[in-house]
């Protein structure tokens, strides 16, 4: 099995995120489960330590969760938000990141697997795109690393950034880099006008001030003045007359202070700018714009002051995420040299699943490529793992998730098999626990059929239910349990008013309380054989139902909510009167509102012979959710209704006013 290393980079993006110091790269995690409950691995389906369990815990919850999403743990939750209120702290061997009192598993969100189960599902990027595009990125490099560096080739790069961003995968971020770029100019050439307005201005207030000077002191006024009365007019003369230069004077330099507070602000504001966009693309994983955007900043802002402006409780979290010494503050170079570290912590990470899956330890070679996604989900070394690898995983993943389902409604007939499958596809899948699991449920069910079987041969008919009940709810599913349950019951004639029981629910279709008393049930159909196929159809249904709607909760949690209701709208079509399916079903209704009322739409217009409405609809419902069957059913339906009549030349079905609006 690979070693599982720390990412320095990935424990700064994932600290930012959880205090919330730059939001974007998840927006939300959620809370870690607790300990007790068995779960194949940490990274949402992505790992194989299950941890025996009969039951699953509910998740532990705290009075703050509205504000962290997180959970905290009585008794030590005081210590732990005073030790973590500060500085969130990252545990890289359980992937749990604890701050102010919470605790996250960083891998168990629901944005995380959702934006994973569609990478595995992507194709992997055109290799014809993918050099064109790295060409562009590499020449740009090239052109502005230090050895190179000078203004003709600073040109030629940002002209190269344009030519990037026509490509897909740049997501035009090259574009925003280069009017970034394009602004720092500006302000440059702002700073320029100032400087030279700045020289016109001295020699205009040196003018004025000669002006002023020889006005107030011009002695051929004054050797006239023969008394003290016309001395003082002549000052007063003399003071109207300087009194246009020296309001002038106070305009000159007022403008400029003006202009130099202007330049300074701007050069100010200019670096900083350029400093959030590095920030930015740093938080978006977007390492190569990195590392361009820092060659770029330093020779746009040559005087070497490459200090990020961050808050105090940023600065302080990224310089310790970061490795730098206590007392040092980021740099625009520490980012740089983040994402190179990044580049090659990710491409480490492909080739050592690319390794594991070569040796089939899938289990390892899922949780490397979940990691290398979290840190690297734009590198091209991620994007180029071609979708058959992908597929592997999530074949696996898949099986694994199966696997906690069957083992969570004590299907462990179907656990066992499922078990097997895993561990022939996985050469590491550690299948002690979950065998655990469902050994020791096989056992404790059938020591209580011994016990029940004991209790009957004494005549202890409480003790025979009770115990009957018990092997029921470990395995309900156990082919012994009806003809322990027979014997047992041979000839009791207390059975008689649990028989009328059934036939009365039987007859009112209440098959859910059935399934509830099902213990009961089981024992009374013992006797009476021509029940049982009754008994077994109705368990057969209610499990049914119950699986899916295990599944559909597992698909909710991901956060989709359509592909949840499709799951128990299908159950709900064959089963319409579970009344815990109708209240899930209601339930997720709500939650996917649009979806649900244009396929509804779709379907009525579809029975009052609107083909051409009906389709409209199923196509706007398509374009809702792209995965939707009920969207393709209805669209392979209703084409086969409009086609043949396309081709003999006939008239379309005509789109009448039922159409959605766009």
């Known amino acids: 099995m690979a070693a599982k290393t720390p990412s320095r980079v990935l424990t700064v993006l994932v600290a930012c995120c959880v205090s919330g110091l730059f939001p974007g790269f998840t927006a939300g995690l959620s809370s870690a489960q607790a300990q007790s409950t068995w779960n194949p691995g940490s990274g949402g389906g992505m790992g194989a330590n299950p941890q025996p369990a009969p039951q699953p815990q509910p998740f532990a919850t705290s009075s703050n969760s509205n504000q962290g999403g997180g959970n905290s743990n009585s008794g030590s939750n005081n210590n732990s938000k005073q030790s973590n209120s500060d500085i969130p702290m990252f545990d890289p061997g359980s992937d749990v990141m604890a701050w102010n009192g919470q605790h996250w598993n960083v891998n168990n969100n629901r944005i995380f697997r959702a934006r994973l189960e569609k990478f595995l599902n992507a194709p992997e990027q055109s290799q014809e795109e993918y050099a064109a595009y790295q060409g562009y990125i590499k020449q740009i490099i090239e052109l502005m690393s230090p050895q190179n560096a000078s203004s003709a080739n600073m040109d030629k790069a940002w002209a190269l950034l344009h030519k990037a961003s026509d490509y897909s995968i740049d997501a035009n971020l090259c574009d925003g880099l280069a009017a970034a770029i394009q602004a720092v100019w500006q302000t440059q050439n702002q700073q320029d006008r100032l400087d030279a307005s700045a020289s016109a201005l001295e020699e205009q207030r040196k003018q004025l001030e000669w002006n002023a000077n020889a006005t107030l002191s011009d002695a051929g006024s004054f050797q006239f003045a023969r008394n003290k009365e016309q001395l003082e007019a002549v000052k007063e003369e003399r003071q109207r007359l300087a009194l246009p230069y020296v309001q002038r004077l106070a305009e000159v330099n007022a403008q400029m202070t003006l202009n130099k507070a202007k330049g300074e602000l701007s050069g100010a504001v200019a670096r900083v700018q350029m400093q959030s966009l590095l920030v930015q693309l740093f938080m978006q994983r977007r390492f190569q714009h990195v590392i361009i955007g820092d060659l770029f900043y330093r020779q746009l802002f040559p005087d070497g002051e490459g200090k990020l402006q961050l808050s105090k409780d940023a600065e302080s979290l990224f310089s310790q995420g970061s490795g730098l010494p206590s007392g040092m503050s980021p740099t625009v170079s520490t980012l740089d040299t983040l994402a190179r570290e990044a580049i090659r912590d990710v491409k480490e990470g492909v080739q050592a699943f690319t390794f594991l899956l070569e040796k089939k330890e899938l289990a390892s070679a899922s949780e490397r490529l979940a990691e290398v996604f979290a840190e690297g989900e734009y590198m091209p070394e991620v994007r180029n793992i071609s979708r058959d690898q992908k597929r592997q995983t999530l074949t696996f993943v898949q099986k694994q998730n199966e696997l906690l389902s069957a083992i969570d409604v004590k299907d462990f007939t179907r656990a066992e098999a499922l078990t097997n499958d895993l561990t022939a596809m996985a050469a590491d899948f550690d299948s002690s626990k979950p065998m655990a699991v469902i050994q020791t449920s096989k056992t404790v069910a059938g020591m209580h059929l011994a016990k029940a079987k004991a209790a009957a041969a004494g005549g202890d008919r409480a003790t025979v239910e009770a115990e009957l009940k018990e092997a029921t709810e470990i395995w309900p599913r156990n082919p012994d349990l009806a003809s322990v349950s027979k014997r047992i019951f041979d000839g009791a004639d207390v059975q008689l008013q649990a028989l009328s029981d059934l036939d009365r629910l039987l007859s009112q279709h209440n098959y859910r309380q059935i399934f509830d008393d099902r213990g009961k049930y089981i024992a009374v159909t013992a006797l009476y054989p021509d029940k ?83 389709l409209a609809w199923y196509l706007k419902a398509q374009k809702l959710y792209p995965p939707s069957e009920f969207a393709q059913d209805g669209i392979a339906r209703l084409s086969h209704k409009i086609l043949p009549e396309s081709a003999n030349g006939g008239d379309a079905a005509a789109v009448d006013s039922g159409a959605p609006s766009s």
Do not use: H
Not at 538 to 562: F, H, N, P
Not at 567 to 593: C, H, I, M, S, W
């Open 532 to 614: 049982q196929p009754q008994l077994q159809k109705v368990l057969e249904e209610v499990q049914t139902i119950e699986m899916a709607i295990v599944r559909s909760t597992e698909v909710e949690k991901r956060g989709d909510y359509v592909g949840a209701w499709e799951g128990v709208e299908k159950t709900a079509e064959q089963y319409k009167t579970d009344p815990k399916l109708n209240q899930f079903r209601a339930q997720l209704t709500t939650e996917a509102a649009d979806f649900v009322r244009t396929v509804r739409t779709a379907q009525d217009l579809e029975k009052k012979g609107q083909i051409g409405s009906s």
